[in-house]
């Protein structure tokens, strides 16, 4: 019972901690990352398309993190209930967890970078996103919001599966098949 307990906590406060990160994090990528305008600077002015695309991009991250946050609590509450199964040890499955998470951040922005750049080359001709985005388009925020929102629903099912694939599991010994 203690051992739930102390897991629960500790998944709580893990949740806390890559909520704050991962807020801030993809916030500061995204805005470091458009090479167009200083899209900060446009939130500031009251850019409402801007404001929706960022924060599109900002929840369609931490929903592709959590995926991944799922798996390292499964592999955490494995290893705290048979350690001795694993043939990893309490370090290891800790960096484990971590190069999780940061490649799954890392999964995240690289698919929100890519599609964004991708759907824009493809609508350049009629519409360039960007300036449009800049001028405080708010049906090209939305558009661009959705284009991301649908591509990382996409890439999430990947990351669900890419997580559950890296999380370590348990030695459960041999089983000898007699003939």
Partial sequence: MLI???LSGFQFLLGVILAGF???YTYRAFIKANPDFNMEEAIKN???AVGILVSMNVYCASMMLLKSQQSVATMIKMYAYSPSDY???ALQIGLISIAHLALTLF???LTISITLRL???MIRSRIN???ELQKGNVAIGILLACVVLVSTTFVGSGIDAMS????PQPSIGQIEIME
Avoid: D, E, P
């Fill in 46 to 48: 009251g850019n409402t």
């Fill in 164 to 167: 559950k694939a890296l999380v």
């Fill in 4 to 6: 739930r307990i102390l």
């Fill in 119 to 121: 759907f824009g080359k």
């Fill in 107 to 109: 999964l995240a922005m």
């Fill in 129 to 131: 996103a960007g300036q």
């Fill in 87 to 89: 043939t990893v040890g």
């Fill in 22 to 24: 991962v807020i801030y």
